[in-house]
DNA sequence: GGCTTTTATGCAAACGTTTACGTAAATAAA
DNA sequence: TTTATTTACGTAAACGTTTGCATAAAAGCC
């Protein structure tokens, strides 16, 4: 029968609720002894100590908060699984909130938690614009660590992946292939991370002496359906001969659209994404792929929460920058 | 500048803790002005309740746990964002427990939830034997409502998709495809949820006078290679025309023996599994699946649990059953 | 054996809320 | 006008921990 609390077990024992506490945290000040007595009836007892009551009294929540788009998004889930490890060998506990991509939402979550209910936060933002000040003021408030999807106006601890050097890479693939006239799909293009892989994709057609042409480069919406059409018109309008997308999302809106206009992939348009699906390889065409180490990226940026909250971090406003692979696979001919 | 508390907005207001506190909460007791009055206040200085504080004093976390066996599922993520729609709506947190098919962290993650850190949990058990009186104990701390991998051994709330009944007609669609050599790929079969997906599959084999064959029924283990290797031993042993997966991780494997055997999916060997995918359209070949609706699911058991909490539930046991729905493509011929 | 130091424990306050109970003033009922 | 009721607020206890301080006993020192 549970919730047995501290008072009912010092009762127990015969002690004060002061020595049980300290012997149930393994203080100096307690003989082995009276440690032994009190550990053992714990046990029996399953006493489990008050969250909250503790976290009250020692301002430690124990917990941290994961803000991110979406969670149906292997990115994403990757993510949370490394970072759910790490609080894991902390004895911490993860709240997840999903912000569907409104940052009023994600400012809104990130103002409740500033109450005490988390230690720290990690956050990977929304794309739609965001007013930074709103940031700032929680970053004075409580540590954050900002993952792959990070603001380049705030100075913050971050962890990205080489999304530039990723994004040249790809496109100098496609040119390698024989791409002429490269589409991009841009996406999160008020953040750094999608201003560096857009930068990287122009700096790829310019070292490469490939014409840039505004008409190639087309924003995402929210929206599968609203994307597929769009690229529909762009291959319609523009018949580039290989794509590269910004983000996982707009992978399959390509494979629709070709398959409808009846382009063959890589034949008629390459194609290569960021992506981590594990089921790019399968896909038909097998898909080509910019793959972020999601797991390590949440392993990465958790143990460094966790480094700032045990006081042992001393870069305030470091970025850690994991490498991204590409897998060149039929998409893009191989 | 945050973390003001209910004694300093008090002060600043010349008021007693109690009125602030139940203005905020909008009691009757208050008049309209000095509830203006405190509302404006807080919202100013930017006030927010401390949860510990008030987790304590009002015994509620107004806290969710989801405890699933991994956020790196299709079905679970989209189970999640259901779950945290809903959450969402009651403006409760979500925690997220990961057990990796361990039975012992799953029983030990729900212990230590027993001291109030939630106010109940959303559970889709390991696919590991469980002690299911470690359970029961649990469920008489805690409202639990178990969702898809529910024990059938314990009586309580539980939300299921139609099991049997799915199994049954994929089964029946492969055989109405022509398959007369049926392999079953087993997995949690010591839930009821595996249970009754296997009964589905002998039901609709016997019923179409079907011979089954013991040497074509495989148990899945929890490792993707393992996998690969056995259904590879299965193809080449007892030369199946018709493969039916109980859950979406053998889906891939065998895809990836086929390949590795030259047997051509749907020619040589039908495939239907169990499956969230959203790439199955776009899978060389498309993949037939029997899918759970995940999103809804997570919203169902959630909703359950919150009617639970607000002590609007009368059916203690009951279990809601939701419909799969198979979806015909390549892979059994279509 | 008297002194200081160490060891092991207890007392009580504090964390920031919520809420039962009390009460004074205002209003309604008689 | 007297009494009963309602309204609006305050007092203080409680939730279950943690921890600074006090203290008694034991041990060490000369």
Known sequence: MGNINLKELALALNLSTATVSRALRDSHEISTETKKKVLELAKKLNYEPNPSASNLRSQKSKTIAVIIPEVTNNFFSQAINGIEEIARQHDYHVLIYQTHENSELEIAFMRRLLSGRVDGILI??????????????????????????????????????????????????????????????????????????????????????????????????????????????????????????????????????????????PRDVKLISFSNLKTAPLLNPSLSTITQPAFEMGKEAASILFKILNKKYFEPNETLVLKSVIIKRESTGF
């Open 124 to 265: 990977s933002v929304a794309s739609e614009t965001n007013d930074d000040q709103d940031f700032k003021d929680i970053l004075n408030e409580l540590p954050v660590v900002f993952f792959d999807r990070v603001n380049e106006n705030i100075d913050a601890v971050k962890v990205t992946t080489d999304d530039y050097e990723s994004t040249y890479k790809a496109t100098t693939h496609l040119i390698e292939c024989g791409c002429r006239k490269i589409a991009y799909l841009m996406a999160l293009n008020n953040l750094s991370t999608g201003k560096k892989r857009f930068a990287g994709y122009l700096a790829a057609m310019k070292d490469n002496n490939v014409t840039e042409n505004e008409a190639l480069i087309i924003p995402d919406s929210n929206n599968d359906d609203d994307n597929y059409t769009h690229i529909k018109k762009l291959l319609l309008d523009e018949k580039p001969d290989g794509i590269i997308t910004s983000i996982e999302n707009l992978a399959l809106p390509c494979y629709y659209a070709c398959r409808d206009l009846k382009l063959n992939i």
